[in-house]
């Protein structure tokens, strides 16, 4: 069975500080990792990860995937009150060529404090 | 653009009455699914689509039942509710390049 651990899965920290959420997974046949950002609503797609991608960076935020030790971790620089969400971590499985639906991290609260 | 469009934005059923849920894409994306997210369980996978005419079942698919007659339209309906599927939940389609597209969720209560 897929699974995808989240830590930690809340965080309070003030404005400014740098934070690194972390991600470990175990999945057959791995097609892709993806982070999300959720505030109220529906999450919102933040970085693809694959085996041609590893490393991607957005602004403040940034991601690597280390498909050897099976983990990712999202860093956000110079927090700002905005990043408060729930930051969500999916993995993508391949199933006989095509693709087996997000198997999800249970997510990682995040509060800025200004 | 719309991407992806769900309806209703909340439901509050009976239990034992049967609702359908819908869900459509203006993207052309082939790779449909359903999530239901509950406190503390993040988001599991319902139902999925690779495509008109084919779907398959996700973690959680007991009590629903998809149907994919075209490419925009993924309704996923509830036979008969149950307290159990009080949740938020999300449509979600995809591309496979720029990642899935979810839609803005649908809040029921079953009571």
């Known amino acids: 069975e897929d699974k995808v651990v989240q830590s930690p899965l809340s965080l309070v920290v003030h404005e400014g500080d740098t934070v690194t959420l972390n991600c470990s997974y175990e999945v057959t046949n791995f097609r892709s990792l993806l982070w999300y950002k959720q505030e109220k609503k529906a999450p919102t797609f933040l970085f693809m990860l694959?085996?041609?991608?590893i490393e991607k960076k957005s602004g403040r935020l940034s991601s690597i995937l280390d498909k050897k030790e099976l983990f990712s971790i999202l860093n956000i620089t110079a927090t700002q009150t905005g990043d408060s969400a729930i930051y969500l971590c999916?993995?993508?499985?391949?199933?006989?060529?095509?693709?087996?639906?997000?198997?999800f991290g249970k997510g990682t609260h995040l509060i800025i404090q200004p | 653009n719309a991407g992806v469009t769900q309806t209703p934005k909340f439901q509050v059923l009976k239990t034992g009455q049967s609702m359908t849920l819908q869900c459509a894409q203006d993207m052309n994306h082939e790779y449909m699914s359903w999530y239901r997210q509950d406190p503390g369980m993040g988001l599991r996978l319902i139902h999925y689509s690779v495509g008109a005419g084919i779907t398959d079942q996700g973690e959680v698919p007991n009590g629903y039942n998809v149907s994919r007659s075209t490419t925009e339209d993924f309704p996923l309906r509830l036979l008969s509710a149950a307290p159990s599927q009080t949740s938020v939940y999300f449509c979600?389609?995809?591309?496979?390049?720029?990642?899935?597209?979810f839609g803005s969720g649908t809040r029921l209560t079953v009571v």
């Open positions: 999916a993995v993508e499985a391949v199933v006989g060529g095509g693709a087996d639906g997000l198997t």
């Open positions: 979600a389609s995809s591309s496979h390049i720029y990642g899935y597209t």
């Open positions: 694959t085996s041609s991608g």
